[in-house]
């Protein structure tokens, strides 16, 4: 087997935990590929609900995953993602403080509950190459933390 570019692995706590599952593409034309949720919660209006996947990314040093809402959840149901759009860098794999887990952060702008149930499908992610400028100088070489690690204002 060749060198392994990109895709999906539990984080060590939820390896043993049939609640959490790996992202999938539900159609072999989908672009992205479908988040799931390992708990039951009930996000009210004008609240935010936090979801710990579970799953970490490996990917290429020039590529990102986004998370976006599902379109779905959208429109019908007011649900996004409180950062609306979320990017899981390549440094964040295995990173020291979380391992890499993959933190989903719903927010209800509708007016009606918002039931979550194990195995619901709560976001979705698609892969992007990242393009860097000429004069590109990063500010450091490793990430020293986790989630929000990269910037410190």
């Given at each position: 087997m060749g060198e392994q570019l990109r895709g999906f692995e539990l984080v060590t706590r939820a390896k043993d935990n049939d609640e959490f599952k790996l992202p999938v593409r539900s159609?072999?034309?989908s672009a992205?590929?479908?988040?799931?949720s390992p708990v039951e919660m009930v996000i009210k209006p004008g609240e935010k609900g936090?979801?710990?996947?579970?799953?970490?990314?490996?990917?290429?040093?020039?590529?990102?995953l986004f998370i976006i809402t599902r379109s779905g959840n959208g429109t019908k149901r007011r649900i996004t993602l409180a950062n609306n759009t979320a990017l899981i860098d390549s440094d964040y794999y295995d990173n020291e403080s979380n391992e890499g887990e993959i933190i989903i952060m719903l927010a209800n702008e509708g007016e009606e509950d918002?039931?979550?149930?194990?195995?619901?499908?709560?976001a979705q992610g698609y892969f992007q190459k990242v393009l860097l400028a000429d004069n590109d100088r990063p500010l450091a070489e490793r990430r020293t933390g986790g989630l929000g690690s990269t910037g410190t204002r």
């Open positions: 159609t072999a034309g992205a590929y479908d988040f799931f936090k979801i710990e996947t579970g799953v970490k990314v490996y990917m290429q040093p020039d590529e990102g918002f039931k979550v149930k194990v195995g619901d499908k709560i």
